[in-house]
C-alpha cells in the first residue's frame, strides 16, 4: 500500500505561483509514475501530468505545458508540482496520484493510490 498526502495548495493572484507537495509513504518502492489531477466543481477529472518514479521523465496536458513542471525526490518520496503563470481556470482541487505499473497514463482510472486533494484558488 502507498499513502499520498498533498500540501502547498491556498490562494494566488492570477499570474502568480505555487508548489503543490506530495508526501508518499508505505511501500513506496512499488511506485513506477505519479501523476497530477485536478477537479473543478462540475467538471470532470482532469489529467495535469506525470513523471516516472525512477527515471524522471515527464509528461504534460497541453493545457499547463509551459507553465506547470513535475518533480519528484525520490529519496525523501515526494513529488512535487510547481505551477506557474496561474489563471482563475487553474481553480480546482488538485490531486496526486501514484500506480505501480505503467498505465494509460492520462486515465485517472488507471492509478491505484490517491491523495485527499488541495484545493487551490486563483483570483483575478
Known amino acids: 500500500q502507498v499513502q499520498l498526502v498533498e500540501s502547498g495548495g491556498g490562494l494566488a493572484q492570477a499570474g502568480g505561483s505555487l508548489r503543490l507537495s506530495c508526501a508518499a509513504s508505505g511501500r513506496t518502492v512499488s511506485i513506477y509514475v505519479m501523476a497530477w489531477f485536478r477537479q473543478a466543481p462540475g467538471k470532470e477529472r482532469e489529467f495535469i501530468g506525470t513523471?516516472?518514479?525512477?527515471?524522471?521523465?515527464?509528461y504534460y496536458s497541453d493545457s499547463v505545458k509551459g507553465r506547470f513542471t513535475i518533480s519528484r525526490d525520490k529519496a525523501e518520496s515526494m513529488g512535487y508540482l510547481q505551477m506557474n503563470s496561474l489563471k482563475p481556470e487553474d481553480t480546482a482541487v488538485y490531486y496526486c496520484a501514484a500506480a505501480r505499473s505503467a498505465v494509460p497514463i492520462t486515465a485517472s482510472v488507471a492509478y491505484t493510490y490517491w491523495g485527499q486533494g488541495t484545493q487551490v484558488t486563483v483570483s483575478s
Open positions: 513523471i516516472t518514479w525512477s527515471g524522471g521523465g515527464t
